[in-house]
């Protein structure tokens, strides 16, 4: 079955403690993404990768940190997370040349 | 990528067929429509894409006039697991140069009353 999955689902932290949420994928794809989700300002995009090793920025990358070792995995560090971060997240991937794309279930991060 | 309008909510009954209106007046040649749909605390899930005409699939169908400024995604005989909220995209996708870009807007709230 074609999944993204994304962990932790649910996450309480305080501010300035590291965490990091992970996201893989079993369809092969090139492209995987982060989006932040907040009440009326809708999904904005956070970083983007295009393979292994090409990361690029989103919409709103500040605070955040990805990486792309493998093709597989894209975690999503918060290398000092802050309460402005509090918000629901969401990794999806897809097809580099295709538009469905396919997100996880998403983390819903609490920071105090 | 072209910005899209959308009613931000809308309601209806089971068993009606529901259509949601999307407006793009700068779409490109290029560009293609894709509609999305988010239930509470999920990820946005791919319902349909076109690029002109009519497209249908298993879940609902797609209009799309001639002069491409508009979009209608239809739902037929809506059940109240149908309340979501429905995402218009409009992009050039499948080009590479413009992967990174999935700009989701504040879509429409549909509410489905039994």
């Known amino acids: 079955e074609a999944q993204v999955t994304q962990n932790p689902r649910y996450l309480i932290t305080v501010t300035g403690k590291k965490l990091t949420v992970t996201c893989s994928q079993n369809m092969n794809h090139e492209y995987m993404s982060w989006y932040r989700q907040d009440p009326g300002l809708g999904l904005r995009q956070i970083y983007y990768s295009m393979n292994v090793e090409v990361t690029d920025k989103g919409d709103v990358p500040e605070g955040y940190k990805v990486s792309r070792k493998e093709k597989r995995n894209f975690p999503l560090i918060l290398e000092s997370p802050s309460p402005n971060q509090t918000s629901l997240y969401f990794c999806?991937?897809?097809?580099?040349?295709?538009?469905?794309?396919?997100f996880g279930q998403g983390t819903r991060l609490t920071v105090v | 990528l072209a910005k899209t309008t959308q009613p931000i909510s809308m309601d209806s009954y089971e068993g009606q067929e529901v259509n949601i209106t999307c407006s793009h007046n700068n779409i490109a040649t290029n560009d293609y429509i894709t509609w999305y749909q988010q239930f509470p605390s999920q990820g946005p899930r791919f319902i349909i894409q076109g690029y002109k005409t009519k497209v249908t699939n298993e879940v609902a169908s797609l209009f799309i006039p001639a002069d491409r400024k508009s979009s209608t995604l239809s739902l037929p005989r809506v059940s109240l697991s149908d309340t979501a909220v429905y995402y218009c995209?409009?992009?050039?996708?499948?080009?590479?140069?413009?992967?990174?870009?999935?700009?989701f807007g504040s879509g429409t709230r549909l509410s489905i009353r039994p």
């Open positions: 999806a991937s897809r097809e580099v040349a295709d538009t469905e794309a396919f």
């Open positions: 995209l409009v992009g050039d996708l499948p080009r590479v140069s413009s992967a990174s870009k999935i700009i």
